[in-house]
């Protein structure tokens, strides 16, 4: 089972082992944080509709990860054809 730990543990463990303060690993935890949010959020808008595919492109900086949702989108569709295709 995997071993809960408190922010403080991870905190401390990560000043420990990097040498960085308190204040470094904070702001880099923000700027990840933001950032994931951030993408998830161009994803939920161009999955919706809200945002069309080249802006979504130019806002996450590459066409990859828009790819692969592509595909992704594409493969549940086609599974979903096929399974109803047997009713």
């Given at each position: 089972m995997?071993?809960?730990?408190?922010?403080?543990?991870?905190?401390?463990?990560l000043?420990?082992t990097?040498?960085?303060?308190e204040?470094?690993?904070f702001?880099?935890?923000?700027?990840?944080?933001?950032?994931s949010i951030?993408?998830?959020q161009i994803?939920?808008?161009?999955?919706?509709?809200?945002?069309?595919?080249q802006?979504?492109?130019?806002?996450?900086g590459g066409?990859?990860?828009?790819?692969?949702?592509?595909?992704?989108?594409?493969?549940v569709?086609?599974?979903?054809?096929?399974?109803?295709s047997?009713?």
């Amino acid at each position: 089972m995997a071993t809960t730990h408190s922010l403080r543990d991870k905190l401390d463990y990560l000043v420990r082992t990097t040498g960085r303060s308190e204040t470094e690993i904070f702001a880099e935890a923000i700027e990840e944080g933001l950032t994931s949010i951030y993408r998830k959020q161009i994803l939920d808008a161009y999955l919706s509709g809200d945002m069309d595919r080249q802006q979504a492109i130019a806002e996450l900086g590459g066409a990859e990860i828009i790819d692969e949702l592509d595909y992704a989108l594409q493969s549940v569709e086609k599974d979903v054809k096929w399974g109803l295709s047997y009713e």
